[in-house]
């Protein structure tokens, strides 16, 4: 199979739960839990990956954690492609920074893919397809 993988990624807005827009006050539960929601999605077949992660299990959403889901996507999704084309959002902290272009790089070493292309969202452009998984 010489085909093109494409995935997307991409970081939600950090939600408390329980969350529901039905909540009598704030004070009916008196602490609640935050979580950040990453998504990883298969252009392909349209199947996402949501990654839910507790505000104790998160540092920051820095490279290393954002290319960890990433890679833990890739895995997931590939079915023999030879080809890559990643597709991110313009946040310089998790993605346009030279750990982004080293982890494109293991991938080409280590023979995940022959070809990895790297993209990202126009400036000024916030929302993507894999944002549709959580929008309300």
């Not at 997307?8 to 979580?35: E, F, I, M, T």
Request: aromatic residues 12%.
């Amino acid at each position: 199979m010489d085909a093109t993988a494409h995935y997307s990624d991409d970081w939600a807005q950090g939600v408390s739960v329980p969350n529901s827009d039905q909540q009598v006050s704030q004070d009916y539960l008196l602490s609640r839990w935050k979580v950040h929601l990453h998504g990883i999605q298969n252009e392909a077949t349209g199947e996402q990956i949501n990654n839910v992660l507790g505000e104790d299990e998160l540092l920051n959403k820095g490279s290393n954690g954002t290319l960890s889901l990433v890679f833990h996507g890739i895995k997931q999704f590939n079915r023999g492609e030879k080809h890559l084309r990643l597709t991110h959002d313009n946040a310089v902290g998790s993605n346009k920074n030279n750990v982004t272009l080293w982890f494109c790089w293991f991938l080409l070493i280590k023979s995940y893919f022959e070809t990895v292309e790297l993209n990202f969202m126009i400036a000024g452009h916030t929302k993507f397809k894999v944002d549709g998984f959580w929008s309300n």
